[in-house]
Nanobody, 122 residues
Framework: QVQLVESGGGLVQAGGSMRLSCAAS????????MGWFRQAPGKEREFVSA????????YYADSVKGRFTISRENSKNALYLQMNSLKPEDTAVYYC???????????????WGQGTQVTVSS
């Protein structure tokens, strides 16, 4: 069982930056692929970014490529999402997710956090 807790959300102006963090309570954190999903009002949840257990490979949705950077610190059981050049359409609840492999974490994650709200004002 993996418990995930996100932090770092809030309100930011368009063009600004924000860093999300995810703390995982898992002794075997380094065995999991990790990622981020988001859900905007009235829309379905969508994949944002993912990273393999080693951190060697990363994946991004086209909508955030070049603006967002995912990273992890296995020694701290922590996952991060650095978001730059934020746009109003990035407004959503952001969820930290975990899965046994990188394919699954991008499509059907097993574990989900409670989410953190990110609001980008125009």
């Amino acid at each position: 069982q993996v418990q995930l807790v996100e932090s770092g959300g809030g309100l930011v102006q368009a063009g600004g930056s924000m860093r999300l963090s995810c703390a995982a309570s898992a002794g075997s954190f380094s065995n999991y692929a990790m990622g981020w999903f988001r859900q905007a009002p009235g829309k379905e949840r969508e994949f944002v970014s993912a990273i393999t257990w080693s951190g060697v490979s990363t994946y991004y949705a086209d909508s955030v490529k070049g603006r967002f950077t995912i990273s992890r610190e296995n020694s701290k059981n922590a996952l991060y999402l650095q978001m730059n050049s934020l746009k109003p359409e990035d407004t959503a609840v952001y969820y930290c997710v975990a899965h046994a492999n990188s394919a699954g974490v991008r499509s059907r994650p097993t574990y989900w956090g409670q989410g953190t709200q990110v609001t980008v004002s125009s």
